[in-house]
């Protein structure tokens, strides 16, 4: 099972390898700029401590039809929300993971448009994600091995994408709006792999990432919630490269 979740969704893939890893006890790492600033949507957060992700439903029937409709006030929420990600060049802060089991990992990612992105664990867990572009890789420094996947195959390639729109350009199964977030509900349908979603969050008020969470096949979700979110923060491309000599194939 853990291949076919490699495939379709590497997140998923990440919460296989830190299941057993107890939650970091450490505080996360400050951010230059994380706290809330007036005058641009560069920083966003008013809190430095982990939020608590809201875990999906698990009983949740997401409506799937191919006639799917939405109306006036749906259609300009997922605007809202493509416009936003459109907005993004880069972003970088910090996470929080809760994998299928309950499991709780936190660390800081980093995304740069078009395609990449980097997510660093926390100690104990050995698990960093890399995204080129093109590639994406679920390495663990501690065995010194990763495994490589097409960036097309997971749904990670929806909030890198240098513009997007939502309702056009992917399978918009679901959107919903409350007082708390705006959320859309992506799906994908892959002959020989399966269906998964991808359900992502923003904060209704402040129009800012929350959280997503990635629906397996198999109907496993792994949700992040993100915080101390910089959009303004200048990264370093290197921390993108993926290094394919220092480090393996997995075994087997």
Do not use: C, H
Not at 47 to 70: E, L
Not at 157 to 172: A, E, G, H, Q, Y
Not at 221 to 237: E, H, M, Q, R, S
């Amino acid at each position: 099972m853990a291949g076919v979740v490699l495939v379709t969704a590497v997140m998923v893939t990440a919460a296989s390898f830190a299941q057993n890893v107890p939650v970091p006890k450490p505080a996360p790492k400050g951010r230059d700029g994380a706290q809330a600033g007036g005058g641009g949507p560069a920083v966003t957060g008013a809190t430095q401590t982990p939020p608590n992700p809201i875990i999906p439903d698990p009983r949740r029937n997401v409506p799937s039809s191919i006639f799917q409709t939405f109306d006036d006030k749906q259609k300009a929420q997922a605007a809202k929300v493509s416009a936003y990600l459109s907005s993004l060049s880069t972003l970088a802060g910090n996470f929080v993971q809760v994998g299928p089991d309950g499991s709780k990992t936190q660390g800081d990612f980093y995304i740069q448009k078009p395609g990449k992105v980097r997510f660093e664990y926390d100690p104990p867990s050995p698990i960093d994600i890399i995204a080129d572009g093109s590639s994406v890789v679920v390495r663990d420094r501690k065995l010194a091995t990763q495994d490589v996947y097409p960036l097309s195959q997971t749904p990670l390639r929806f909030l890198l994408s240098d513009r997007i729109d939502l309702m056009k350009d992917t399978n918009v199964v679901n959107v919903t709006a409350d007082d708390l977030f705006i959320s859309v509900t992506i799906e994908e349908k892959q002959a020989l792999v399966g269906t998964s979603r991808l359900l992502l969050m923003i904060g209704a008020k402040d129009g800012q990432l929350k959280q997503w969470t990635v629906t397996d096949p198999q109907g496993y979700d792994t949700t992040i919630a993100v915080y101390n979110l910089d959009a303004g923060k200048k990264l370093d491309p290197n921390m993108f490269k993926i290094d394919f000599t220092n480090y393996g194939p997995a075994p087997g």
